[in-house]
């Protein structure tokens, strides 16, 4: 039985439809991802779903019985609650429930007899009697301190506050809306195992692709006021959603092919008009009703990078450089040199130091220790992802020209105007207050102003937040062919992986360490020590599947152990079958018209399956490494 529907459901604003009599099911166990451009309707599709905003028309139907939950964009408050009553919030209506149900047996009120039976039933019904231990349960699987306060919790800790109000309620749908904005790769990873092991279903709006590709069991698109659905995971989108693309755009080009040749007869001598078919003409109102009622597709943002002088072949140089904050070092004898055309990405948890690295980098910092030498010619421009550039009362066009009528880009004049339009602002959007805008209009005036400076050196500070994928892939383009340095923090996995040619990775304890290629590289380089405590954290979270014991090495391998590595392969390759035998099975595209509890059962075994090789994996690095003395 489905979850939720949607039956010809119809949302607007004003004259704009956002929600065009859209059909939708969401069943168990789902993981489904809803993408599009910004400003396409997402959240508020999320609002209709969680019962905050009612459609204009259409039928929205959820199961009497479900539990919705939400996981909130924004994070809460760093104040003075502690993290156990943050969660116990989510539980707010069956604290409520109790609470009446203790201050009516207090009142001694025989009238209240009745009242007292339908609540007792209520609270068994929900569980609650046992919400403490409920609350405990929570607090251990998500290892949050729970007497602490949500002011000492960094941004990630505070998620998983937020995310532990929510699986507290235990509920069958979980709504997600970027959940990973704002956190390190550390806290996404944990989120993503987190959403893995979740037995509920999911919907949820993320511009990360990384994580939608592997949490997604179907996609659904949101373009123009009409969904779509594409079972599978991110990857099986692209190729579909371009054959959806080129086949829509073959169609169009037929239409109006033949709408040409239709008005051009209709425009004929005195001799056509005489002896015309009405129902022809019938026939051609009808074409050019449906030719302006079509909704053009929202076009890519385009833009390009505004050159400057070529940099000196040295950009910056660091020798043994070392700086600390209340004697804890944040960056521990460095040694780094930067060449003009390097492509740098910064990596590490949330405080570790990456923006402290940045301004020792452009001079801007004088570290405790150690020489750095800035090269020569330098032209920086500075990406801030807290848009601390940005004059919120000032409209984009005054913000990005400082109210010129044009701008000069790459030697040549253009219009403000036509130069926004570039970055998907209307003319009458270019004239807005940034205080208005939402946060992925304002990271695309930051891009706007940006790259309308000559640079040599560009250093981009969490450059992707709030930026739709498509914006997301046409920014990579732009970088890729950018022939200056590049410093760049990012958390998006994807997004380092495509562009940055060496990495630096915060460690820990101040060590900061260079490596070839993106973040996948850095996975596969670092120290084997590191990931093996990383392995054995994620399997120490994961309650259903259980690590074995790490035997001490002695360099040799026990005739046992020996015996248990030589058969890890051929036990590897068949894990790898049935798991691809799986995906295979659930990204069908019938697979989720089944009866649900068939569905279910296949998922959960997915999820299985995926834990059992993921264990396996772990136990062959394990004893590899003790082979290797």
């Given amino acids: 039985m489905a979850l939720i529907k949607f039956d010809e459901l119809c949302v607007s604003f004003g004259s704009r439809a956002l929600l065009d009599h859209v059909n939708l099911q ?113 607090l251990d699987r998500l290892q949050l301190p729970g007497d602490k306060t949500m002011a000492d919790l960094s941004g990630g800790w505070r998620r998983r506050a937020a995310l532990g109000a929510a699986l507290v309620q235990k509920p069958d749908l979980l709504l997600l809306d970027e959940p990973t904005n704002h956190l390190d790769i550390e806290t996404i990873e944990w989120l993503e195992e987190q959403m893995l092991a979740f037995r509920g279903g999911l919907l949820f709006i993320s511009h ?17 006021g009409h969904l779509t659905s594409f079972p599978g995971n991110y990857s099986r989108y692209l190729e579909q959603k371009e054959a959806l693309l080129e086949e829509e755009a073959r169609q169009n080009a037929e239409f109006d092919k033949k709408l040409a040749q239709e008005e051009r007869w209709i425009r004929q001598g005195i001799k056509a008009r005489r002896t015309r078919n009405e129902g022809r003409v019938r026939a051609l109102k009808k074409m050019r009703t449906e030719r302006a009622e079509r909704r053009e597709r929202q076009g890519n943002a385009q833009f390009s990078l505004e050159d400057a002088t070529r940099s000196g072949k040295i950009v910056v140089e660091l020798e043994n450089v070392s700086h600390s904050y209340g004697g804890e070092p944040v960056i521990r004898d460095l040694t780094l040199s930067i060449q003009r055309g390097d492509r740098v990405g910064l990596i590490g948890p949330n405080g570790a130091g990456k923006s402290t690295l940045l301004k020792i980098l452009l001079g801007e910092l004088e570290p405790n220790d150690g020489k750095v030498k800035l090269g020569t010619n330098l032209e920086v421009a500075y990406f801030d992802q807290l848009r601390g550039q940005l004059d919120p009362e000032r409209s984009i066009i005054d913000n990005v020209s400082g109210g010129r009528e044009s701008i000069t880009i790459n030697g040549r004049s253009r219009h403000i105007i036509s130069y926004l339009q570039d970055f998907l602002f209307s003319p009458e959007r270019a004239r807005t207050p940034v205080k208005a805008l939402s946060g992925g209009e ?18 981009l500070d969490e450059p992707t937040n709030d930026l739709d994928m498509e914006t997301l892939e046409l920014l990579e383009e ?21 562009v940055v040619t060496s990495t630096l990775a915060f460690e820990g304890n101040g060590r900061v360490a260079e490596y070839v290629g993106g973040y996948q590289d850095w996975l596969r380089q670092r120290p084997v020590p590191a990931a093996a405590d990383s392995a054995a954290d994620k399997a120490a979270a994961r309650p259903t599947v259980k690590k074995a014991e790490k035997p001490r090495s002695s360099g040799k391998l026990s005739y046992k152990l020996q015996r248990e590595l030589d058969a890890l392969p051929a036990q590897l390759e068949e894990a790898e079958a049935q798991l691809e035998a799986l995906q295979q099975e659930t990204s069908a595209p019938d697979f989720y018209t089944q009866d649900h509890e068939h ?30 003395g």
């Fill in 26 to 138: 969401i069943e168990p166990g789902e993981r489904v991802a809803l993408v599009g451009m910004n400003g396409a309707g997402k959240s508020t599709l999320l609002q209709v779903v969680a019962g905050h905003q009612q459609p204009d028309s259409g039928l929205f139907w959820q199961d009497p019985a479900i539990r919705i939950a939400e996981l909130p964009q924004m994070l809460p408050a760093a104040d003075e609650r502690r993290v156990r009553d943050v969660v116990m919030a989510g539980l707010a209506d069956v604290v409520a429930l109790r609470e009446r149900y203790e201050a009516l047996v207090q009142a001694h009120d025989s009238g209240s007899l009745a009242e007292l039976e339908t609540l007792q039933h209520e609270l068994e019904a929900r569980d609650g009697w046992h919400l403490e231990q409920r609350v405990n349960r929570v």
């Fill in 208 to 224: 990360d692709r990384a994580l939608v590709d592997r949490l997604a069991t179907r996609i659904i698109e949101l373009d123009r």
């Fill in 442 to 459: 304002s990271n695309r005036v930051m891009l706007a102003k940006l790259f309308s400076q000559p640079a040599n050196l560009l250093v």
């Fill in 478 to 498: 732009i970088l890729l062919a950018y022939e200056g340095t590049l410093l760049l923090v990012s958390h998006d996995r994807r997004f380092l992986d495509n």
């Fill in 599 to 628: 569905v279910a059962a296949r998922l959960q075994a997915l999820h299985e399956q995926e834990a059992v090789l993921e264990q396996l994996m772990e136990r062959w690095v394990e004893l590899e490494e003790m082979q290797a």
